[in-house]
């Protein structure tokens, strides 16, 4: 896989994840992904970057645009040093949370994405990255 | 602060959300249209989201959360304007807004406004209740 362009931005504030949502747009148009693809790509990056924000205490996304084979996407790693997911398959279940929202990020951005990983650890933080593809 | 404006039209509350929101501003919109409805005696709210590219589930839940306290006091929601990009993302999130009234346009969600609220209209021109109590026009009443 190469990544043909990069950008990491913070993820420590309500504004920043309003701005998160703004550059994967821009990325996902610059790649030429469909409306729909676009709009599922941009609103799983909602719901992660809301999750780095709530759960991990805040953190960083990355954003890449990415071709493999002759195929172009969007990869996205939300990274944070937070307490980590005690119990990721829980965490993946709709409906379950432990904040105050409808427990539908982690399992929506899955939803919403081509491929998915998920790697927490208790105490030292959580890592999710999804790609998009065109 | 930003706020989100909330214009009335007779029994009527119109909100346009024409920003990407960032949470604490749709939390604001929450709480300033239940105070606005109880204020004003509205009976109906009307929310376009046409202008929103994105709801995710944190949006999602504010327009429940709008509709379920709308009809708590006494005043129907309609949504207007959901993007069939955004209507395919919300459903595929897990989210299908049950218990949310929608309508394509605002034209259509004015529509089903006045034909939800008919029977209030009448009430209230009987009763002469709330609606003229707080309004900024009473005196034209």
New interface residues.
């Given amino acids: 896989m190469t990544v043909l362009r990069c950008e990491t931005m913070p993820v420590r504030s309500?504004?920043d994840?309003?701005a998160v949502?703004?550059s994967v747009?821009s990325f996902a148009v610059a790649q030429g992904l469909s409306?729909?693809d676009?709009?599922?790509i941009?609103?799983a990056a909602?719901?992660l970057a809301?999750n780095t924000l709530d759960h991990g205490g805040g953190g960083t996304a990355r954003l890449e645009a990415v071709s493999d084979n002759g195929r172009t996407g969007v990869r996205l790693t939300f990274e944070d040093r937070g307490p980590g997911i005690a119990d990721i398959a829980r965490a993946m279940t709709?409906g379950f949370t432990t904040g105050s929202?409808?427990g539908?990020?982690l399992?929506?951005a899955k939803?919403?994405s081509n491929d998915f990983d998920l790697w927490s650890r208790t105490g030292e933080g959580t890592r999710v990255t999804i790609t998009r593809w065109k | 602060m930003d706020r989100i404006p909330i214009l009335r039209m007779g029994q009527f509350l119109i909100v346009s959300i024409q920003v990407d929101m960032h949470d604490r501003l749709a939390l604001t919109l929450q709480a300033d249209l239940a105070a606005r409805i109880s204020q004003t005696g509205a009976h109906g709210v009307l929310l376009d989201i046409s202008s929103l590219e994105v709801v995710d589930s944190f949006i999602g839940r504010m327009i429940s959360n709008i509709a379920g306290t709308s009809r708590v006091l006494d005043a129907e929601t309609v949504v207007v304007g959901i993007q069939p990009a955004v209507a395919i993302t919300l459903v595929e999130l897990g989210l299908s807004l049950p218990g949310v009234r929608t309508a394509l346009n605002i034209e259509k969600g004015m529509a089903m406004l006045r034909e939800a609220t008919a029977g209030f209209e009448e009430a209230d021109a009987a009763g002469r209740n709330s609606l003229s109590e707080c309004d900024d026009d009473s005196a034209a009443l």
């Fill in positions: 309500q504004q994840v309003v949502r703004q747009r409306l729909v676009q709009t599922k941009v609103t909602s719901e809301r709709d929202g409808l539908l990020g399992g929506g939803r919403l």
